[in-house]
């Protein structure tokens, strides 16, 4: 014997929304959507010295020589937001610093790393790619990040000795 569903429709705003004609195109939908993005743009941009300043309080906090699991995931946290922002507002320097030091703390975070210099050195990449800051070379970006990549190199190196 077979067993038998019974579907009852539950009437919801969502769903009366999808079955009415009209609204607006795709076209114009993203039109809007758009614009609504751009104009949050300068107070966003803004915000970023202000959440790296964030970032750094955590780290330089009772002026310790190691940092916690707790605050590099505090950190962590933190810096998704400077990196929603970098990468809507197209800041592809920042948006590359910004994931190497995510990458960085998982790493730590990972691999019970409570060294504080690393963590330093990344804010201040943060720092010199920051909008508004001064204008640096692709090169000297180049040399930086391959510095930063040396940094999470020798502490994926560090845990392994």
Do not use: W
């Amino acid at each position: 014997m077979g067993s038998k569903c019974i579907i009852t429709e539950v009437p919801n705003r969502l769903g009366q929304l999808l079955r009415k004609r009209g609204g607006v195109s795709r076209g114009l939908a993203l039109k809007a959507a758009t614009m609504n993005v751009e104009s949050l743009r300068e107070e966003f941009v803004a915000a970023i010295p202000g959440e790296i300043a964030a970032l750094e309080a955590i780290l330089t906090a009772g002026g310790r020589q190691r940092i916690t699991g707790a605050d590099l995931d505090a950190m962590l946290r933190r810096a998704g937001q400077i990196l929603t922002l970098s990468g809507t507002y197209g800041f592809d320097r920042l948006d590359t610093v910004v994931k190497r030091f995510c990458d960085l703390v998982m790493g730590m975070i990972e691999n019970g790393v409570e060294e504080v210099a690393p963590v330093s050195v990344h804010l201040r990449a943060m720092r010199l790619v920051t909008p508004g800051a001064a204008e640096i070379s692709e090169a000297a970006v180049a040399q930086m990040l391959a510095g930063l990549a040396s940094v999470r190199a020798h502490f994926d190196r560090a845990k392994d000795a």
